[in-house]
Every structure is written in structure tokens, then in C-alpha cells.
């Protein structure tokens, strides 16, 4: 059973940064698909990165390519989200979620699968 926590959200003016956090426990970090989503009140959810950890490849959303960067400290089970450029349409709760253990799978797999194991969120609020 995978277990994740997010943290670090919190309210920024536009063009302000965050930087999320998921901490992860219960299997092999180091063979996973993760992933960060979003929704906003009124949305669906949207995903908007992922990563293999097994080689750290990435896939990203348009909508959030070139401000947000993911990445991960593999000795702490850590996976990170560096959101720069902030607007107000990032406005949303935030979300890690987690599927695996599972072995040599690229970013772009782990985009579109399915995510069974979720965090609880943490809240990011950009304001003009």
C-alpha cells in the first residue's frame, strides 16, 4: 500500500512561485509512476505532470510546460513540483498520486495511466 502527503501549498500573487512536496512510503520509490493533478472548483480533474521515478523521464501538460518543473530526491522518497509564473487559473487543489511498483516505463506512459494510490491534497491560491 502506497501512502502520500502532500505539502507546501499556500496563497501567491501572480508571478509568484511555490514549491509542492509528496512524500512517499509503503513500496519501492525507486519503480513507480507519480504524478501531480489538479482541479478547481467547478473542473475536472486535470493532469498536469508526470514521472517514471525508475529514470526520472517526465511528461508534462501544455498548460503547464515551461512553468512548472517536477522532480525527485529518490533518498527521500520525495517528489517535488516547482510551479513558477503563477496565474490565476493555477488556482486549485493540488494532488500526488502514485500507481506501481512497476518496471521500465517511460513519462508519457505514466501520464495516462491510472493513478491508484492518492494523497489528500494541498490547496494553491494565485491571486491578480
Known amino acids: 500500500q502506497v501512502q502520500l502527503v502532500e505539502s507546501g501549498g499556500g496563497s501567491v500573487q501572480a508571478g509568484g512561485s511555490l514549491r509542492l512536496s509528496c512524500a512517499a512510503s509503503?513500496?519501492?520509490?525507486?519503480?513507480?509512476?507519480m504524478g501531480w493533478f489538479r482541479q478547481a472548483p467547478g473542473k475536472e480533474r486535470e493532469s498536469i505532470v508526470a514521472?517514471?521515478?525508475?529514470?526520472?523521464?517526465?511528461y508534462y501538460a501544455d498548460s503547464v510546460k515551461g512553468r512548472f518543473t517536477i522532480s525527485q530526491d529518490n533518498a527521500k522518497n520525495t517528489l517535488y513540483l516547482q510551479m513558477n509564473s503563477l496565474k490565476p487559473e493555477d488556482t486549485a487543489m493540488y494532488y500526488c498520486?502514485?500507481?506501481?511498483?512497476?518496471?521500465?516505463?517511460?513519462?508519457?506512459?505514466?501520464?495516462?495511466?491510472?493513478?491508484?494510490?492518492w494523497g489528500q491534497g494541498t490547496q494553491v491560491t494565485v491571486s491578480s
Open positions: 509503503g513500496y519501492t520509490y525507486s519503480s513507480l509512476c
Open positions: 498520486a502514485a500507481a506501481g511498483p512497476i518496471a521500465a516505463v517511460s513519462g508519457a506512459y505514466c501520464y495516462h495511466r491510472t493513478m491508484p494510490y
Open positions: 514521472i517514471y521515478t525508475g529514470d526520472g523521464s517526465t
